[in-house]
Structures are given as C-alpha cells and as structure tokens.
C-alpha cells in the first residue's frame, strides 16, 4: 500500500465534496495513513483457499415481488428541501 | 466491402461499441416500491428511498431480476449464477445518494451473440460483452431560470439494463442495425419498449478511428444519442474530427462528449480535471445475488420465438430472401400478419404484397398495421386469387385499392365489378382477330420487321379485354396468329 500524501488526500476531499485546507490535508495524511497501516494487518491472516464471505450471516438477498406499494408523498420528500417550485427540487444552476 | 472514410492520408476504418441504456418494464423501481410508470407529475413517483433519505434500505424488485436474466437469454449469453451490486459514486443534482447502485466485476449476464442485418442482406454477428442492471438517476432541467436548476426524481430508481457491446460495429449502419435489432430483441422479449423519443432506451457510442490493419487508436465516448438517426450522424461527425484531428498532427484525447443535435456536432462534456473516478465498491446494503439454474431454465422455456429465429425460418420454409425476412421480423404485428396471410399459399407472393403494396398503402394513409383495413386472411385471400389465375397481377392492384377503401373481401370486389381473368383462349382469340382486323397496316409493318409493334398488339388486346385478359396467353395467342 503507497503511503497517502497530501495531493492524495486533496483529491479524495476533491471527490467527495468536502472542503479541506492545506493545513488539514497536512494533519490528515498522517491519520489516513494510521488507518490503512491498522487495516493492512488484517494481510497476516492467511486467507488461501478460503471463499469470500459477503455476510455473516446465513442469509441471501431479500426480493420484494413488483408491486407499487410506495411513492406518492411529493411534501415529504420535498420538505427538507431548501428551495422548491411547483413540486420541483430547486438547485444552483448545474450545467455541464 | 468494409466502409471507410477518405482522408487526406488515405482510407480510415472505424471502430464501433455501443453502451445501451435501456428501462426494464415494470410496475416499480428497481430497489423500491414507487410507481415506475413514465409521465407522472414532478416528484410523485418518489419514496423516500428513491430521495436517499438517511436510513433508507434498498429492497430488490424480483421481476427486475427476471427482465435482466430474460433479456440475456434473448441476446444468447451467459447468466451468471452469482452477481454484486456495487456502488458507482459521484456527485450530480440529480443523483440523490450520492451513487448510483450499479454492478462493476460481477454483472448478472456476461458474454453474448447478436446477428445484425445490413442494407444489401449481409447478416454479421456483434458480439455482447455484458449486460448488467443499474439504477436511473433523476432529470435536471436546466431552461427554466438564469441560474437555477429544477430537478424531478421521477426517474430516479428506476430499473435499467446497460447492454455493452464488443467493438464489433465497424460503420453508422451496422451502428444503426445493432441499435434496432436489441430494440426489436428487447421488445420481443417484453423487457424493454424500447421507445427512444421517451428515452426508454438511451445510446452511448464509443468511437475510434485507425488505419485499416492497425491497432485500435483511442476512443471517444459521445452521450445523448438518443435516436437512429442521430447514432448515424454522431458516427460520422465524430470519425471525420478524429480523422482530421489525426492529419493536422494532434492525438484524440479519450474523453467524454456530448452530442448536439442541432448543431451536428460533439463537444467535450466533463473537463479533464473531473476526470471518471467512480471509486466502485460492493454496496453494503445488498448481498450478492444468487441466481438458480432451475429457474434461469424456466424463464428460458418463456422465451417467445425470437426475431433471428424467425428470420432463419422465413428463408428456410418459406424461401423468402435474407432482406424480405429481415423487414418482416422488425415488428412483431408483422410477422403474425405474415403468417396468417401466407398460410398454404405462394409466401413469397404473399411477402412481396405485404412489404411493398400493404405497407406503402398503410404508410400513405397513416395507419398502423394492426388498424388495417385490409386484414391477413383476406390480403391471403388476394394472393389465392392471383396464384390460381383468377385475377392478373394488375387486376389485383385494383382490387387491393378497393379493398383499401372498403375493407371488402376481394372475392366479392371480383364478382360484383365482373373482374374475372380471362383464360378461355376461345375468347382471347376473338380479341385477338379484331384487333389485327382493325388494324392492317400495323400488321404489316410488324411482318416487315417492325418488331417492337408487338406491344402495341398486346396492349390493344388487353385494353379490349378491361385488362382481364391473361397476359401470359395473349403473348402466346398473338404471337402464334402474328408470326403464322
């Protein structure tokens, strides 16, 4: 695993939207690093001929049968939102 | 022969691969359970899962499941028993998760076969690379306000399928081809309506352009080609910039660009700055899914006669050509009209008036096949007509015409207007001697060489006989009397 500097630590900030300055990248890269060198020592186990396991528990992915059972609630998603229209979601202009 | 572009350099061979975006027919989303249905007012086709509201679950739609493994089936792939929905993150307006829930490594339907048909008959086979299911995001509209964006999350949840193709397509018209044959296989198959202006299915075209021989140069990938044609102009405007970008000396860039209709033209669509970073990873919230032998077997034994499939049987049983067949096969109203109008009688004759009489008729006047006037068993009823020599081939345009207008049989159109074909040589003989009777000069000049003159004989004789004479028999008749 290559070390997390501190453009790594920007671009990752970058992508997730959060706002990060160069001090805190500065103090964030270190920790970054602490958390995958604690993870990494999860590569001492020796995992050959063992099958990935998706869940601990002993279940398979729940289906739900094609009905139309939800929706309908245009206050309630609209209701947190800071600006909305005529039942729109109402966002700074996004064009690409 | 392969289909270039001429550049200043010489000949320039594309290189093809569509990524097609199509709606899975259902009643609800793919992980909840809003209405899926197109047209609804702003925001009422949402839950709060499809808002991403903290601590919503996803629930997987089992029908979606089908649709998918029903669609492989139909494009001749692999289902995978097992396959992993992951997460695809990036940030837009209308994607309220912040990912969308997709499937990367482990798609739910791996490599498959389509045959695709070409204007001159040629069939050639594209292959499938994948299939996987995905959710829709959301719609932002961009035109109503200097600096705001409205967002509707109708769509938003609902159940796609990606189909991914091998760079197999090599000119705009097997682009176009591929594009309609999965819309007829998915339309077939019930899974998709493939309706385009509804952006029910939704086309990505990765292009690139090399020297023929050489290796595959780089790609573009255009967005928002959103109809036949513009899959067709797309190609071309994007092969022709790659091309003289090249001969000035510059290299594509891979990027992602946008296709604008009413310019005709691509434009870079995200700077490279925000370049694809979608950071993938197995969504927690969802265990793989496990699909069973038994029952991918039993929704193969649903499957309905597939567009190839009947295409090789038209040629095979019923001698029609590769083209014919494959224009028979484009609807599915089509080929059941076929059938029935040519059950035990001359298929190819029935085909010829199907295509080029029916259809032209039906396009003129605004109707859809299945709001024809004229019915299968009665446009059969015609071609027994013309088969048994009751009617010529020209009589026959007559009465289609009539039954165009009245929707009457054409059985009943040949008695009551007295348009019987007349076989009885006795008959046609007698037409005969009255037309050379009438006219001796003709006659002779024939007799003195004028050969083309035998036209004009046949043509007096017909136009005695109301055009019911049998042409073939008065060429025999006159020619006997004339050349005797």
């Known amino acids: 695993m290559s070390a997390i500097d501190i453009e790594t630590v920007k671009k990752v900030a970058r992508l997730s939207r959060i706002r990060v300055t160069d001090e805190e990248a500065e103090k964030l890269a270190p920790e970054l690093n602490g958390i995958l060198t604690w993870v990494e020592q999860l590569g001492e186990v020796d995992t050959d001929n063992v099958e990935p396991l998706p869940s601990s528990a002993e279940i398979t992915l729940p289906q739900r049968t094609d009905l139309q059972t939800d929706g309908d609630c245009q206050d309630d998603i609209l209701a947190n939102a800071p600006e909305t229209l005529e039942g729109f979601y109402v966002v700074p202009k996004v064009v690409e | ?484």
């Open chain 2, 1 to 484: 022969m392969a289909y270039t572009i001429q550049g200043e350099t010489g000949a320039w061979e594309l290189v093809i691969g569509m990524e097609v975006h199509a709606q899975i027919i259902a009643n609800s989303k793919l992980f909840s359970g809003s209405s899926a249905k197109f047209g609804a007012e702003q925001n009422h086709n949402v839950s709060l899962v499809d808002a991403a509201m903290p601590g919503m679950l996803p629930v997987l739609n089992e029908h979606c499941v089908e649709q998918a493994v029903r669609t492989g089936l139909g494009l001749n792939a692999k289902i995978n028993n097992y396959s992993v929905f992951e997460r695809k993150n990036y940030f837009y307006a209308d994607l309220p998760q912040g990912y969308q829930i997709s499937q990367f490594a482990h798609p739910i339907v791996g490599e498959g076969i389509i045959e695709i048909d070409l204007d001159d008959g040629e069939v050639k086979k594209i292959g499938i690379t994948r299939l996987h299911m995905e959710q829709d995001a959301g719609k932002s509209m961009h035109d109503q306000h200097p600096t705001k964006s409205f967002v509707d999350l109708n769509r938003s949840g609902c159940a796609l399928m990606e189909i991914v193709s091998e760079p197999d397509i090599r000119s705009p018209e097997e682009a176009t081809a591929y594009l309609s044959k999965l819309r007829m296989i998915v339309r077939y198959l019930g899974t998709c309506d493939g309706n385009m202006e509804e952006g029910s299915m939704r086309a990505d075209v990765n292009i690139s352009v090399r020297k023929p021989g050489d290796e595959y140069g780089t790609r573009c990938e255009i967005k928002n080609v959103n109809s036949l044609r513009a899959v067709h102009q797309c190609i071309e405007y994007e092969a022709r910039r790659q091309i003289e970008l090249i001969e000035d000396g510059g290299t594509v860039d891979q990027e992602t660009r946008l296709w604008d209709p009413n310019k005709m033209e691509t434009r870079p669509l995200r700077s490279k700055e925000e370049a694809h970073d979608y950071r993938y990873f197995p969504d927690p919230d969802l265990l793989p899914l496990e699909v069973a032998n038994d029952w991918i077997e039993d929704i193969r034994k649903t499957l309905p006669e597939l567009p190839d499939d009947i295409k090789h049987r038209f040629v095979d049983e019923y001698g029609l050509s590769h083209y014919d067949a494959s224009v028979l096969i484009a609807e599915k109203d089509r080929v059941e009209y076929f059938e029935t109008a040519a059950k035990d009688r001359d298929a190819k004759l029935t085909a010829n008036w199907l295509l080029n009489e029916l259809l032209g008729a039906l396009n003129k006047a605004g109707l859809t096949l299945t709001e024809s006037p004229v019915k299968a068993q009665q446009l059969g009823e015609l071609v027994s007509l013309i088969e048994d020599k009751t009617i010529s081939g020209k009589i026959a345009k007559d009465v289609f015409a009539d039954m165009m207008e009245t929707g009457k049989n054409p059985a009943d159109i040949v008695e009551e207007k007295g348009l019987k074909q007349v076989t009885d040589t006795g008959a046609i003989e007698a037409l005969i001697d009255e037309v050379i009777a009438e006219n001796p000069d003709n006659v002779a000049a024939y007799k003195g060489g004028k050969d083309k003159l035998f036209g004009f004989f046949v043509g007096q004789v017909m136009k005695k006989s109301q055009g019911k004479a049998n042409p073939a028999a008065v060429n025999e008749i006159l020619k006997e009397k004339l050349n005797g």
